[in-house]
């Protein structure tokens, strides 16, 4: 029976790849067929053999493209995007059974953790094969200079996974991280189309480009675009998300402190 569960206190060092998924105004149908790579470093330090806290820094390529829709109010669209995102997370962990390196009884659990993130990220696009300047920097929405949406952004961190030794050192995490986001501009895409004109007139310096990015529909037989001044661009009531499907390496370098057993009294 274990009966000590600070055996396990120490700290463990290591990384993570795996893929980097977005969902929102431009994946609406969840689609997991499009996904961007990932990678991390994490730092974990065992409170006991239940709980843990884990710092990580990440990285994520997301990308989602309108064309890929199953949605002919999206393929009409044509909207896309692109981004390379920074994250740095804090989170508690625990673990669904008593968790000892080295261990051969103890050395796989199940887990659940919830935390706390910061993100900052840059979304351009790809028209007639020449990449876009940031949107952001765009006002494809009608935003005026000094009004844009913050590139430094908070998230709620949640998710769950699996861990188990390898050997007394050295184990393997497969982790699920999902982030609940306080904007809905990862996309650049949130509200409604803006005046065209106001566009142009808000950033001459990319004008054509900004305009382009903004309504990059695909016109009608009268060669009428989509986007009309008023009209729905994107759902500003249901945030972004970006989440990590991703397979980590650590390596403990806690003393492999084996728990005390209660034993019973001979008489």
Avoid at 196 to 214: C, F, L, M, Q, T
Wanted: hydrophobic fraction near 30%; include cysteine; glycine fraction near 12%.
């Amino acid at each position: 029976m274990i009966s000590d569960l600070n055996a396990q206190r120490g700290f463990e060092l290591g990384g993570w790849l795996g893929s980097s998924y977005y969902f929102g105004d431009l994946n609406t149908s969840f689609d997991l067929m499009h996904p961007g790579v990932g990678a991390g470093l994490i730092a974990r330090y065992n409170l006991n053999t239940r709980l843990s806290f884990k710092v990580s820094g990440n990285y994520g390529y997301l990308r989602a493209d309108d064309s890929y829709s199953d949605n002919a109010f999206e393929r009409r669209r044509n909207i896309n995007f692109r981004t390379h995102l920074g994250d740095l997370s804090g989170q508690f962990e625990f673990n669904f059974f008593p968790y000892i390196h080295g261990s051969r009884d103890h050395g796989f659990t199940p887990y659940l953790f919830a935390g706390f993130s910061i993100f900052t990220w840059s979304p351009y696009a790809i028209y007639d094969g020449e990449r876009t300047p940031p949107l952001r920097e765009l006002g494809t929405e009608g935003q005026f200079i000094g009004e844009e949406y913050r590139s430094f952004q908070r998230a709620l961190n949640y998710g769950g996974g699996i861990k188990f030794d390898i050997s007394e050192e050295w184990s393997i995490n497969v982790e699920l991280s999902l982030r609940r986001l306080f904007t809905d501009y990862l996309d650049d895409v949130s509200t409604v189309y803006p005046d065209k004109g106001e566009v142009r007139g808000n950033r001459p310096r990319y004008a054509d480009i900004a305009v382009k990015a903004s309504d990059p529909s695909l016109p009608d037989e009268e060669g009428n675009l989509f986007g009309m001044e008023g009209r729905q661009r994107g759902n500003s009531k249901d945030n972004d998300s970006y989440n990590f499907l991703s397979v980590g390496i650590l390596y403990y370098f806690g003393n492999l402190r084996c728990p005390k057993i209660s034993q019973t009294k001979q008489f």
